[in-house]
């Protein structure tokens, strides 16, 4: 017990002891270590010494931590110049107990921060360590030494560095913020490490070691690499890629490995890259996204095994995978490689190929045959061994399973598609089984299109030889929609080119479909011309086929000699449909033999039908065509026909009368032969012969459009010169019609003259031509009728006399029934413009172009009097020419049952204008000789210009319905009036406008500048008509009347013979002397000014206005003026007789000559008068107020008979300085009675006395008869 507690003690007190030297040791360290600074230069040459190269340290300062002291360098440079590395801080923490105990240094933590690097690549591609001082000599470095250094130093960190790599031609890149940590044992080392990518993403890794001191080699390690999502395309070196040019790498993972003895042992890898770009060499690129893969590896005893598992990646939208790969080694007893295994559950080939052809190296032969074969479908349980230690063909071995596999043709070897089966073999020979549904198989360099079955059953085998590449087909058999077909294949391709490749395939057919069996026609094999190919392609359309085959050996070479190749085909066919040549009408219900050889193509068929038609023994011969000569087909047959069908043919058949006979219809039977000679090239036209004759039939002609019944005659058509026939008959709008057809063509080209006599009745011809109006013609006349059919240059011609033809119209154009004038019609057929001709007896010509039935977008002249009409460039018809004369009222009268024919607004477009001299035109109760008319189209209408000696100017006639008529003239000239002749009564005339409707007058707005009168100027007029349900009405009158205006409103209403006239206004003027001599009156009166208002009417027309017709109300008044005494010539003029005061004044031998000299002075004069037929009567009596007496006058004036029952009333001033002698003289009584008045009563009395007269008689010599005084 005593030895215990003594035991317990002691180790208390070696405990305390030890925590006392413990105390002490780190007291003493943490005050002498911060005494290490002092020591930096000691530190700094022995640090030099340790390393062999040139050290500086920029400062040094200690610490302590724990039981160890912390030595702190910054800003260390290791080595000198260029070479200079600079560490930011350096940090040494001392092993203070292993260093004891070894009796050497030992570092339990170096920690460097801030080393940068620079790691570039020089222009022989090698790599140099920029920052690192150089020793020298350099020496080769010894890992024994380095494992032995390992041991010197526990742990090692560097910290926050960066590393810039300078590849050659490109951009630095740098990794920065490094961190590493080397942990280091007696046995094991652990390496770790972070670190930022270019682009600032992070890398890891981590590296555990169980080193082996004897032999490094032998030491084992675990490795882990993290690789973040980036592009590692921009940062790969170009010598690292080689010829694969990569444009992104997007790709990132973890990697695990183990490593023993100098080899891997195990190893697992996990890939994603969501975006790789790229090609080899010069290839077109490709783009895989979203690669995927999982790999395993392990080693084995005698050999490894590499799994790759869930492979998987997307081309565009289509996704690839996932795969199983498995790769194997196997070795045998003496350590060498006997087996390599690769082995796939299922491939899909459709992607792959693409991304072979941009990624694999492949050499340009393959390349080209992997581009050209395509495969497609699918692979499973491929297998694939190679033997390295074998050297024969047998060295590669491979099988696998198809499913819809699908490869192209390459060379002279078939395409196939959708083959299901197996295939197996080696480098020299395989075999392969198929099965398959859908199936197809194409040799290009015979057949346009693939086979296609539905089951096929086949045996493939192949060799490859040094002699080239053998694939055959002993049996095949095939299930498709021609039938069922059995047959074999033989194809040689050889390596020497100077060989040709060489292929033997039979075909045979039973109980199949022609129309299907078309693809086994070999129309790309030299032996058939394109031409030939093409028809055997297009003329089979229908068809049974009874039994059938098809060979084909020799040659492949495209040059290769025709006696080098041979071919057969023939088909024994029933209710069979053989299209000959296009646009002709196939042979229908045909059965025969099809026989088709090197020589050519036979056809034989005993019955046959075309349309309706039946043919018999009919022969169809293709022969072999010379050379640069394009192949023909010869047919010859007889048939049993019908017009229908043969019109048909002409139209639709490529013979080149389709536009000559577009439109004819037929019935009828037809009986002949047909013979045809039919090239097989585009461009050159068929020979036809057809001989046929037919009785009763019916032709309906479309252009023109002509309908002939009961046709008979015999006929031959060639098509290199036309139809001919002796004798035609024929009923033709219900007469007999005789004629003949010439066949008039040369050269190949085609032409006939129809020639057809006989005589129609006016009104079969009118129907046909589909008139239903009336004409004015009547009989019947006789034709003769030339029919050209020539294609495009078709013509129709009519000649005829019209004897037997009335013309009903006026001058020149009338003619009797008996009379003749030749007259002809001609017109083409065809074209896109139809021309027309038109040669009237002289009297008119007409030429005329338009679409056809579109007359309204036509051209052409009508031309009158005897010249010939040209047609013009422009659009629309223009009438010119000369008329001898022209009656408006003849021509009026005749057109009106006619109007109708006039068409609407469409048919008046075709008229363009008119340019016409008439000599002598009649109307409107005029003659105008000499007269111009041009009428040519303007914005909204059209105008007309009319110029002769009577007048001249321009009609403006609006399209408008309803709008008015402009007539601007700038002249109108009326005869010259006739000298009145003094007391010669005026000669009533009839009415000029007697016979005009004035309902039928359009509006019109009437201007004229100058209406004369012979030389003499009347004036400027202006008018507008509006017409009424009773005739018209002229309003916004402004007529100058040689001074005399008028203005107002005129009316014309009425039928013609019985119409009447009305005028509301009023007549005005200034001085009547002037007006009165203007128009030849005397000017028996003067003024200031004068006004007439009127509300008067008359029967006639406003032209036969006269004051022995008129009816109504007249208000005048006069202002200012003088009835004047006419003397000299004047006096010699015709007195307006209610202007005759100074007559009257005369009759009463009054005497003013000492106030007004010679005549009647006024200041105003004013009456109202109402009257009927002539006979007015003063409503208000006209009174004359002069400056010395009164007139009134009251009564009755007879206008159509110039008389005057009225009575006067004077009314005169009383003065001393009037001489009464006057009055006592001219009235005795009234002047005896004034003088007693006077001298009795002096002033006092009225200084005025009025007198009343009696006035009847003539106006020019009233008797006029005193009454009585006032």
């Given at each position: 017990?005593?030895?215990?507690?003594?035991?317990?003690?002691?180790?208390?007190?070696?405990?305390?002891?030890?925590?006392?030297?413990?105390?002490?040791?780190?007291?003493?360290?943490?005050?002498?270590?911060?005494?290490?600074?002092?020591?930096?230069?000691?530190?700094?040459?022995?640090?030099?010494?340790?390393?062999?190269?040139?050290?500086?340290?920029?400062?040094?300062?200690?610490?302590?931590?724990?039981?160890?002291?912390?030595?702190?360098?910054?800003?260390?440079?290791?080595?000198?110049?260029?070479?200079?590395?600079?560490?930011?801080?350096?940090?040494?923490?001392?092993?203070?107990?292993?260093?004891?105990?070894?009796?050497?240094?030992?570092?339990?933590?170096?920690?460097?921060?801030?080393?940068?690097?620079?790691?570039?690549?020089?222009?022989?591609?090698?790599?140099?360590?920029?920052?690192?001082?150089?020793?020298?000599?350099?020496?080769?470095?010894?890992?024994?030494?380095?494992?032995?250094?390992?041991?010197?130093?526990?742990?090692?960190?560097?910290?926050?560095?960066?590393?810039?790599?300078?590849?050659?031609?490109?951009?630095?890149?740098?990794?920065?913020?490094?961190?590493?940590?080397?942990?280091?044992?007696?046995?094991?080392?652990?390496?770790?490490?972070?670190?930022?990518?270019?682009?600032?993403?992070?890398?890891?890794?981590?590296?555990?070691?169980?080193?082996?001191?004897?032999?490094?080699?032998?030491?084992?390690?675990?490795?882990?690499?993290?690789?973040?999502?980036?592009?590692?395309?921009?940062?790969?070196?170009?010598?690292?890629?080689?010829?694969?040019?990569?444009?992104?790498?997007?790709?990132?993972?973890?990697?695990?490995?183990?490593?023993?003895?100098?080899?891997?042992?195990?190893?697992?890898?996990?890939?994603?890259?969501?975006?790789?770009?790229?090609?080899?060499?010069?290839?077109?690129?490709?783009?895989?996204?979203?690669?995927?893969?999982?790999?395993?590896?392990?080693?084995?005893?005698?050999?490894?095994?590499?799994?790759?598992?869930?492979?998987?990646?997307?081309?565009?939208?289509?996704?690839?995978?996932?795969?199983?790969?498995?790769?194997?080694?196997?070795?045998?007893?003496?350590?060498?490689?006997?087996r390599w295994a690769l082995s796939a559950d299922r491939l899909d080939?459709?992607?792959?190929?693409?991304?072979?052809?941009?990624?694999?190296?492949?050499?340009?032969?393959?390349?080209?045959?992997?581009?050209?074969?395509?495969?497609?479908?699918?692979?499973?349980?491929?297998?694939?061994?190679?033997?390295?230690?074998?050297?024969?063909?047998?060295?590669?071995?491979?099988?696998?399973?198809?499913?819809?596999?699908?490869?192209?043709?390459?060379?002279?070897?078939?395409?196939?598609?959708?083959?299901?089966?197996?295939?197996?073999?080696?480098?020299?020979?395989?075999?392969?089984?198929?099965?398959?549904?859908?199936?197809?198989?194409?040799?290009?360099?015979?057949?346009?299109?693939?086979?296609?079955?539905?089951?096929?059953?086949?045996?493939?085998?192949?060799?490859?030889?040094?002699?080239?590449?053998?694939?055959?087909?002993?049996?095949?058999?095939?299930?498709?929609?021609?039938?069922?077909?059995?047959?074999?294949?033989?194809?040689?391709?050889?390596?020497?080119?100077?060989?040709?490749?060489?292929?033997?395939?039979?075909?045979?057919?039973?109980?199949?479909?022609?129309?299907?069996?078309?693809?086994?026609?070999?129309?790309?094999?030299?032996?058939?011309?394109?031409?030939?190919?093409?028809?055997?392609?297009?003329?089979?359309?229908?068809?049974?086929?009874?039994?059938?085959?098809?060979?084909?050996?020799?040659?492949?070479?495209?040059?290769?000699?025709?006696?080098?190749?041979?071919?057969?085909?023939?088909?024994?066919?029933?209710?069979?449909?053989?299209?000959?040549?296009?646009?002709?009408?196939?042979?229908?219900?045909?059965?025969?033999?099809?026989?088709?050889?090197?020589?050519?193509?036979?056809?034989?068929?005993?019955?046959?039908?075309?349309?309706?038609?039946?043919?018999?023994?009919?022969?169809?011969?293709?022969?072999?065509?010379?050379?640069?000569?394009?192949?023909?087909?010869?047919?010859?047959?007889?048939?049993?026909?019908?017009?229908?069908?043969?019109?048909?043919?002409?139209?639709?058949?490529?013979?080149?009368?389709?536009?000559?006979?577009?439109?004819?219809?037929?019935?009828?039977?037809?009986?002949?032969?047909?013979?045809?000679?039919?090239?097989?090239?585009?461009?050159?036209?068929?020979?036809?012969?057809?001989?046929?004759?037919?009785?009763?039939?019916?032709?309906?002609?479309?252009?023109?459009?002509?309908?002939?019944?009961?046709?008979?005659?015999?006929?031959?058509?060639?098509?290199?010169?036309?139809?001919?026939?002796?004798?035609?008959?024929?009923?033709?709008?219900?007469?007999?019609?005789?004629?003949?057809?010439?066949?008039?063509?040369?050269?190949?080209?085609?032409?006939?003259?129809?020639?057809?006599?006989?005589?129609?009745?006016?009104?079969?011809?009118?129907?046909?031509?589909?008139?239903?109006?009336?004409?004015?013609?009547?009989?019947?006349?006789?034709?003769?009728?030339?029919?050209?059919?020539?294609?495009?240059?078709?013509?129709?011609?009519?000649?005829?006399?019209?004897?037997?033809?009335?013309?009903?119209?006026?001058?020149?154009?009338?003619?009797?029934?008996?009379?003749?004038?030749?007259?002809?019609?001609?017109?083409?057929?065809?074209?896109?413009?139809?021309?027309?001709?038109?040669?009237?007896?002289?009297?008119?010509?007409?030429?005329?172009?338009?679409?056809?039935?579109?007359?309204?977008?036509?051209?052409?002249?009508?031309?009158l009097g005897g010249d010939p009409a040209r047609l013009p460039s422009?659009?629309?018809?223009?009438?010119?020419?000369?008329?001898?004369?022209?009656?408006?009222?003849?021509?009026?009268?005749?057109?009106?049952?006619?109007?109708?024919?006039?068409?609407?607004?469409?048919?008046?477009?075709?008229?363009?204008?008119?340019?016409?001299?008439?000599?002598?035109?009649?109307?409107?109760?005029?003659?105008?000789?000499?007269?111009?008319?041009?009428?040519?189209?303007?914005?909204?209408?059209?105008?007309?210009?009319?110029?002769?000696?009577?007048?001249?100017?321009?009609?403006?006639?609006?399209?408008?319905?309803?709008?008015?008529?402009?007539?601007?003239?700038?002249?109108?000239?009326?005869?010259?009036?006739?000298?009145?002749?003094?007391?010669?009564?005026?000669?009533?005339?009839?009415?000029?406008?007697?016979?005009?409707?004035?309902?039928?007058?359009?509006?019109?707005?009437?201007?004229?500048?100058?209406?004369?009168?012979?030389?003499?100027?009347?004036?400027?007029?202006?008018?507008?008509?509006?017409?009424?349900?009773?005739?018209?009405?002229?309003?916004?009158?402004?007529?100058?009347?040689?001074?005399?205006?008028?203005?107002?409103?005129?009316?014309?209403?009425?039928?013609?013979?019985?119409?009447?006239?009305?005028?509301?206004?009023?007549?005005?003027?200034?001085?009547?002397?002037?007006?009165?001599?203007?128009?030849?009156?005397?000017?028996?009166?003067?003024?200031?000014?004068?006004?007439?208002?009127?509300?008067?009417?008359?029967?006639?027309?406003?032209?036969?206005?006269?004051?022995?017709?008129?009816?109504?109300?007249?208000?005048?008044?006069?202002?200012?003026?003088?009835?004047?005494?006419?003397?000299?010539?004047?006096?010699?003029?015709?007195?307006?007789?209610?202007?005759?005061?100074?007559?009257?004044?005369?009759?009463?031998?009054?005497?003013?000559?000492?106030?007004?000299?010679?005549?009647?002075?006024?200041?105003?004069?004013?009456?109202?008068?109402?009257?009927?037929?002539?006979?007015?009567?003063?409503?208000?009596?006209?009174?004359?107020?002069?400056?010395?007496?009164?007139?009134?006058?009251?009564?009755?004036?007879?206008?159509?008979?110039?008389?005057?029952?009225?009575?006067?009333?004077?009314?005169?001033?009383v003065t001393n300085n009037l001489p009464l002698a006057a009055l006592?003289?001219?009235?005795?009584?009234?002047?005896?009675?004034?003088?007693?008045?006077?001298?009795?009563?002096?002033?006092?009395?009225?200084?005025?006395?009025?007198?009343?007269?009696?006035?009847?008689?003539?106006?020019?010599?009233?008797?006029?008869?005193?009454?009585?005084?006032?």
């Amino acid at each position: 017990m005593g030895l215990l507690i003594r035991l317990l003690r002691a180790t208390l007190g070696l405990c305390a002891l030890l925590l006392v030297l413990a105390a002490l040791y780190v007291s003493l360290g943490r005050e002498l270590v911060p005494l290490v600074a002092e020591y930096r230069d000691e530190v700094q040459a022995r640090a030099q010494a340790a390393v062999g190269m040139p050290l500086s340290i920029g400062h040094l300062e200690g610490g302590w931590s724990g039981f160890d002291p912390i030595l702190t360098a910054h800003d260390v440079q290791l080595g000198e110049g260029a070479d200079v590395v600079r560490l930011d801080q350096v940090r040494v923490v001392p092993d203070m107990l292993a260093s004891l105990l070894a009796r050497q240094p030992r570092i339990a933590n170096l920690q460097l921060e801030g080393l940068q690097l620079s790691l570039r690549q020089a222009e022989d591609g090698r790599w140099t360590v920029e920052g690192l001082p150089q020793r020298e000599p350099a020496a080769a470095p010894q890992p024994q030494k380095l494992i032995d250094a390992l041991q010197m130093v526990t742990k090692v960190s560097l910290l926050g560095s960066q590393l810039t790599l300078e590849p050659r031609g490109r951009e630095p890149l740098s990794l920065t913020y490094i961190d590493l940590t080397l942990r280091s044992g007696s046995v094991r080392q652990h390496l770790d490490g972070r670190l930022l990518l270019p682009d600032g993403q992070p890398l890891a890794f981590d590296l555990k070691v169980q080193l082996d001191s004897q032999d490094w080699r032998a030491s084992k390690a675990d490795a882990y690499l993290s690789l973040p999502q980036s592009d590692w395309a921009a940062w790969l070196p170009a010598g690292l890629t080689r010829d694969w040019h990569l444009d992104r790498a997007q790709a990132g993972g973890e990697f695990w490995l183990q490593w023993v003895a100098g080899q891997v042992q195990r190893g697992a890898a996990r890939l994603h890259a969501p975006e790789v770009r790229g090609a080899y060499a010069k290839r077109k690129a490709v783009q895989v996204s979203d690669l995927a893969l999982s790999a395993y590896f392990e080693r084995r005893a005698d050999g490894f095994d590499l799994l790759v598992d869930g492979l998987a990646l997307s081309l565009g939208d289509t996704r690839w995978g996932e795969v199983q790969l498995a790769l194997g080694q196997q070795l045998d007893a003496q350590g060498q490689v006997q087996r390599w295994a690769l082995s796939a559950d299922r491939l899909d080939l459709t992607p792959l190929s693409p991304v072979i052809l941009a990624l694999a190296p492949l050499p340009d032969a393959a390349a080209e045959a992997l581009e050209a074969l395509r495969p497609s479908g699918a692979l499973r349980n491929v297998q694939l061994d190679y033997l390295p230690q074998l050297s024969d063909a047998t060295r590669v071995r491979y099988s696998a399973n198809l499913e819809r596999v699908s490869i192209g043709a390459w060379h002279g070897s078939p395409a196939v598609e959708n083959a299901s089966g197996s295939v197996r073999g080696d480098l020299g020979s395989g075999e392969g089984l198929a099965a398959s549904e859908n199936f197809g198989l194409h040799f290009p360099n015979l057949f346009p299109e693939m086979w296609r079955y539905r089951q096929a059953g086949a045996r493939l085998l192949w060799e490859l030889d040094e002699e080239g590449f053998t694939l055959q087909s002993p049996y095949l058999q095939v299930v498709g929609d021609e039938g069922r077909v059995a047959g074999d294949f033989l194809v040689r391709l050889k390596k020497d080119p100077a060989q040709e490749d060489y292929m033997d395939l039979r075909v045979g057919l039973k109980d199949g479909d022609a129309l299907q069996a078309k693809k086994y026609l070999p129309t790309r094999s030299p032996v058939l011309s394109p031409a030939l190919a093409d028809w055997l392609q297009t003329a089979i359309r229908a068809g049974h086929i009874e039994d059938g085959w098809f060979q084909y050996q020799g040659s492949l070479a495209k040059g290769a000699d025709e006696a080098a190749r041979s071919i057969s085909l023939y088909f024994l066919v029933d209710g069979a449909e053989l299209a000959f040549q296009p646009g002709w009408p196939s042979l229908r219900e045909a059965r025969g033999e099809v026989l088709i050889e090197d020589d050519g193509v036979d056809v034989r068929v005993p019955a046959a039908s075309i349309l309706d038609s039946r043919v018999r023994d009919v022969t169809v011969s293709i022969p072999k065509a010379a050379n640069g000569q394009p192949p023909r087909l010869a047919l010859e047959g007889e048939l049993d026909s019908s017009l229908p069908d043969a019109l048909k043919i002409l139209q639709e058949a490529p013979i080149g009368t389709a536009e000559t006979f577009a439109g004819w219809q037929g019935q009828g039977p037809l009986s002949g032969k047909l013979k045809l000679d039919i090239p097989l090239s585009q461009g050159q036209k068929p020979q036809i012969q057809v001989d046929f004759a037919t009785q009763g039939a019916q032709l309906k002609i479309s252009t023109p459009e002509l309908e002939l019944s009961q046709l008979a005659g015999a006929f031959r058509f060639n098509s290199a010169s036309g139809l001919s026939a002796p004798d035609i008959r024929a009923q033709v709008l219900g007469h007999a019609v005789r004629g003949r057809a010439l066949a008039q063509g040369a050269r190949g080209n085609a032409r006939t003259r129809i020639e057809v006599n006989g005589r129609v009745a006016l009104n079969r011809l009118s129907s046909w031509l589909g008139v239903t109006q009336p004409l004015p013609l009547s009989g019947e006349l006789p034709y003769q009728l030339s029919l050209i059919l020539d294609g495009g240059d078709s013509q129709l011609r009519v000649d005829s006399s019209l004897k037997g033809l009335a013309v009903n119209l006026p001058a020149p154009f009338a003619k009797a029934a008996a009379d003749e004038r030749s007259t002809s019609w001609r017109m083409t057929l065809q074209g896109p413009e139809r021309r027309y001709w038109l040669d009237h007896g002289g009297l008119a010509s007409l030429a005329l172009a338009a679409p056809p039935g579109q007359f309204g977008n036509g051209r052409g002249e009508l031309r009158l009097g005897g010249d010939p009409a040209r047609l013009p460039s422009t659009a629309g018809v223009r009438v010119s020419g000369r008329l001898a004369a022209f009656d408006w009222s003849a021509w009026q009268a005749a057109l009106q049952p006619y109007q109708a024919l006039a068409g609407d607004g469409q048919n008046r477009k075709l008229f363009a204008g008119a340019d016409l001299r008439i000599d002598r035109f009649s109307g409107f109760g005029t003659q105008v000789d000499n007269l111009g008319v041009k009428l040519a189209p303007v914005q909204g209408g059209w105008q007309l210009d009319l110029s002769s000696a009577l007048l001249e100017g321009r009609v403006g006639l609006p399209d408008a319905k309803g709008a008015p008529i402009d007539l601007d003239l700038a002249r109108l000239s009326f005869p010259p009036a006739q000298p009145p002749e003094a007391g010669a009564p005026v000669p009533d005339k009839p009415d000029p406008l007697a016979t005009l409707d004035p309902r039928q007058i359009p509006a019109v707005d009437v201007r004229i500048a100058r209406v004369m009168q012979g030389d003499a100027l009347i004036g400027a007029w202006s008018l507008k008509a509006r017409p009424t349900p009773q005739g018209v009405r002229f309003s916004e009158l402004k007529l100058d009347l040689k001074g005399l205006k008028v203005g107002g409103e005129l009316g014309w209403e009425g039928a013609p013979g019985s119409s009447a006239s009305w005028y509301k206004g009023r007549i005005e003027g200034k001085n009547l002397a002037d007006i009165l001599s203007a128009w030849g009156y005397a000017p028996s009166a003067t003024s200031e000014r004068f006004r007439l208002d009127m509300d008067t009417r008359w029967p006639g027309s406003p032209a036969w206005f006269g004051l022995q017709r008129l009816s109504g109300r007249l208000d005048a008044s006069l202002r200012k003026g003088q009835f004047v005494e006419v003397q000299g010539s004047a006096s010699a003029l015709r007195v307006f007789g209610l202007l005759n005061f100074n007559s009257i004044s005369r009759r009463l031998r009054l005497d003013f000559s000492d106030l007004l000299g010679k005549g009647f002075s006024y200041d105003t004069t004013k009456t109202l008068l109402v009257g009927q037929d002539g006979v007015f009567d003063t409503r208000e009596p006209l009174r004359v107020v002069g400056p010395s007496s009164t007139l009134e006058l009251n009564g009755t004036l007879d206008m159509a008979r110039e008389q005057i029952d009225a009575k006067l009333l004077v009314t005169l001033p009383v003065t001393n300085n009037l001489p009464l002698a006057a009055l006592i003289v001219g009235a005795p009584a009234v002047g005896g009675a004034l003088f007693i008045a006077d001298e009795l009563l002096g002033d006092r009395v009225a200084r005025f006395a009025s007198v009343q007269y009696k006035v009847k008689g003539p106006w020019q010599e009233p008797e006029i008869s005193f009454e009585k005084p006032f």
